[in-house]
């Protein structure tokens, strides 16, 4: 397991040199015209580099690590400014609620692998269908793009407005739908706990399909033409040549756009909190719309901050998991 | 056996009509293959606008399933009445302002990334690409802390900044990508010619780096303008409030005027689209690139 991906993506390497990660660039750039540039270099201070990128680096420090870091403190405080007699050290306390008396922090975090989970898997097939349908030569492809891709950039409260009007018990599509005789009058589908999944998965569905679309066609458009001319001579059929030519060559960039997906999936709250708040009955809370909660309207931000503590953890672990994939530092 | 052989002939037929050959495998896809999932799709992807369009455009208790007769009551009320004419100012300055906060520090760490080897590149890369796993939504507290202690509550500057820092890995790993592209022998030789580091930056790199930047600065600007959380957090005061902000109170009305959620949704949605439209040949360059496999 540990192995498998390093020694995979050096077999992959001569196909995706030209491209690689930005490390890897570097490495390949930097290495070989390394002494005539040093040279060069020593007319401008050797502070530059870092000069430039102190802008930068400044602002995470202040705005990243460091509310990360006071994450990782009051993670280990009882902190709630409407309950100051309680405040103090607490050790691990909040872990040891949130994962013993809890039953919220498990169904949220439950909810939250069921969602990723769900709308991953779902924006990646039917993303994959739509590459390769607008991949092909056909009359009116670039108004087909445009077109399929649009929401792509529509925000997540934006979408929520619009499929609140379309799941509206009123005026919404459902009362057309009753008027063809398909359902009954008055459904709502965001307020009835049985449906509320569905509606929100194709609500994010509408507007998530276009980014695994885009990314895939990006990729496809660089899978050599000959193979599939040497298949073809061959005798392969299509759904062979899909198989051993385009899925391959397109594994790097699907393992990458998944794990870079699941982790927006996991963190974005916007269309949630707005489309459902979470409800009903708190069957739509993510972990993340649950410490949101917590620490905003309930004021609990030491408890708030060991459950982000604790996605946290989670986060990493699928960083580990990526950057491995990524092939990142796997160049020596 | 025979059907295999059957389309053989048709094929050959039809191949010198195409002008590019070399992909038959593929243009042998039958017609209705493409044009049938690709109209369901379309259906999908369509009629939600159409329905936003729809309660925009026609009078409020109307029911018809067309936009006629055709009224702009709903977005009058909601520019003025509802505020949005201002909040699309305070978005367009949010937008602004992180666009070019985000590329200007995005270019100048992106250079020295793609142009130097210095001893904390490797830690400053791993932390960039680190930071991409840190979610804003779990920071909020924290950064309201900071900002309560910048006295920056309701100004927004707080906006601005949070959303140029959460914008500024991705950005730098991408104009990086953007300048290892352009061959330092172009510089090289401006040098030779008398220019200093600076001058050859600015003629020689930086007239080659347009569409990366226009990429870099556009999704900037969108991301600000659709972002939602730090603006609903930071910003209390009403006439501070951005378009998302504007558009969740509506939905959050205790009863709701579709009417009014429907224009302000299309306020909303406006400049999105024509970036959108503007940037979309850039976009699947840009990704080809391979920059965004960092």
Avoid at chain 1, 227 to 237: C, F, I, K, N, R
Avoid at chain 2, 230 to 256: E, H, R, Y
Wanted: charged content about 15%.
């Amino acid at each position: 397991m540990a192995q498998q991906p390093i020694r995979s993506t050096h077999r992959l390497k001569p196909v995706v040199s030209s491209k690689g990660t930005p490390m890897a660039q570097a490495a390949a750039v930097a290495k070989p015209p390394a002494p005539p540039r040093r040279r060069r270099a020593s007319a401008t201070p050797r502070r530059l580099p870092y000069l430039l990128i102190a802008p930068a680096a400044l602002l995470m420090l202040g705005f990243i690590a460091y509310p990360v870091l006071s994450v990782f403190y009051y993670s280990l405080q009882h902190y709630n400014p409407t309950k100051p007699w309680r405040n103090g050290y607490a050790g691990f306390d909040n872990f040891v609620h949130a994962f013993t008396q809890d039953p919220q922090f498990w169904d949220t975090l439950l909810f939250s692998a069921k969602w990723v989970v769900v709308e991953v898997g779902l924006q990646l097939l039917f993303g994959l269908a739509l590459a390769l349908i607008v991949n092909q030569t056909f009359v009116g492809r670039g108004l087909g793009r445009a077109l399929v891709f649009s929401p792509w950039a529509v925000s997540g409260v934006l979408t929520s407005a619009i499929w609140v009007l379309l799941y509206n018990s009123q005026t919404g599509i459902t009362r057309y739908l009753a008027d063809l005789g398909i359902g009954s009058y008055g459904t709502s589908w965001l307020s009835d706990t049985s449906t509320v999944f569905p509606a929100a998965v194709v609500a994010d569905l509408w507007r998530g399909v276009p980014f695994f679309a885009i990314l895939i066609l990006a990729d496809l458009q660089s899978v050599s033409k000959d193979l599939y001319e040497a298949a073809e001579v061959d005798g392969a059929s299509r759904l062979k040549q899909f198989w051993h030519i385009t899925l391959p060559h397109l594994k790097d960039a699907i393992v990458l756009s998944t794990l870079l997906r699941a982790v927006w999936e996991f963190n974005n709250v916007d269309l949630l909190y707005t489309l459902t708040n979470g409800g009903p009955a708190g069957v739509t809370t993510t972990l993340p719309l649950y410490v949101a909660k917590t620490s905003v309207n309930g004021h609990n931000f030491g408890y708030a901050s060991a459950l982000t503590t604790v996605a946290f953890v989670i986060l990493l672990f699928f960083s580990i998991v990526y950057l491995r994939l990524s092939k990142f530092g796997g160049e020596k | 056996m025979i059907t295999e052989i059957a389309p053989a002939p048709q094929r050959v037929v039809s191949e010198p009509a195409r002008p590019r050959g070399g992909r038959r495998a593929w243009d042998e896809v039958p017609r209705w293959q493409i044009y049938l999932p690709l109209s369901v799709y379309l259906l999908f992807t369509l009629i939600p606008f159409y329905w936003i369009l729809l309660f925009a455009l026609r009078p409020a208790g109307s029911t018809s399933l067309v936009p006629w007769p055709m009224t702009l009551d709903h977005f009058e009320k909601v520019w003025t009445e509802r505020s949005f004419g201002l909040y699309f100012q305070n978005s367009v300055l949010v937008g602004l302002a992180t666009l070019v906060l985000t590329t200007v520090v995005a270019l100048a760490g992106g250079y020295a990334l793609a142009r130097f080897d210095f001893r904390l590149k490797r830690g400053f890369m791993l932390a960039l690409l680190c930071s991409q796993f840190v979610p804003g939504a779990l920071l909020l507290v924290p950064l309201f802390q900071i900002f309560a202690e910048l006295s920056m509550i309701n100004s927004l500057g707080s906006v601005i900044l949070a959303e140029t820092v959460f914008q500024l890995p991705l950005s730098m790993i991408l104009i990086s990508g953007f300048i290892r592209n352009v061959p330092p022998s172009l510089e090289e030789a401006a040098w030779v010619d008398g220019c200093s580091r600076f001058a050859a930056f600015r003629i020689v790199v930086l007239p080659l780096l347009r569409p990366g930047l226009i990429a870099v600065g556009s999704f900037a600007f969108v991301h600000a303008w659709n972002h939602f959380l730090f603006a609903l957090m930071f910003l209390s005061d009403q006439s501070k409030q951005t378009i998302p902000v504007g558009l969740n109170t509506l939905m959050n009305a205790d009863s709701v005027d579709l009417g009014a959620l429907a224009a302000g949704g299309i306020v909303a949605a406006v400049p999105v689209v024509i970036v959108f439209a503007f940037i979309q040949k850039w976009l699947i360059t840009g990704f080809s690139a391979g920059a965004v496999k960092g």
